[in-house]
């Protein structure tokens, strides 16, 4: 199920945009920081959040994806047989 993110300010308030994905694996559509037209999609696992980037396990290491460049999080669904 493929979720688009709008990353809108509302003042005084942190929206926690990502924790019905923590711990599961998703794809990230990001785009460029720059120009938003080069984008590609990073196949991970999102652990945690902070208010500018969203903190993910992807191969044997994690990062930190500033949420100015996602686009869209869409889950990875669980195999047939574990359904």
Do not use: F
Not at 10 to 35: C, E, G, Q
Not at 65 to 70: L, R
């Amino acid at each position: 199920m493929s979720h688009l993110v709008h990353n809108g300010t509302v003042p005084d308030i942190v929206p926690v945009a990502y924790s019905n994905w923590y711990d599961t694996p998703v794809v990230l559509r990001v785009a460029a920081p720059r120009t938003q037209k080069l984008q590609t999609e990073l196949h991970c696992t999102i652990t945690g959040e902070s208010d500018a980037a969203v903190h993910i396990h992807i191969g044997q290491r994690d990062r930190n994806i500033s949420k100015k460049i996602i686009l869209a999080v869409e889950e990875i669904p669980a195999p047939r047989g574990l359904q």
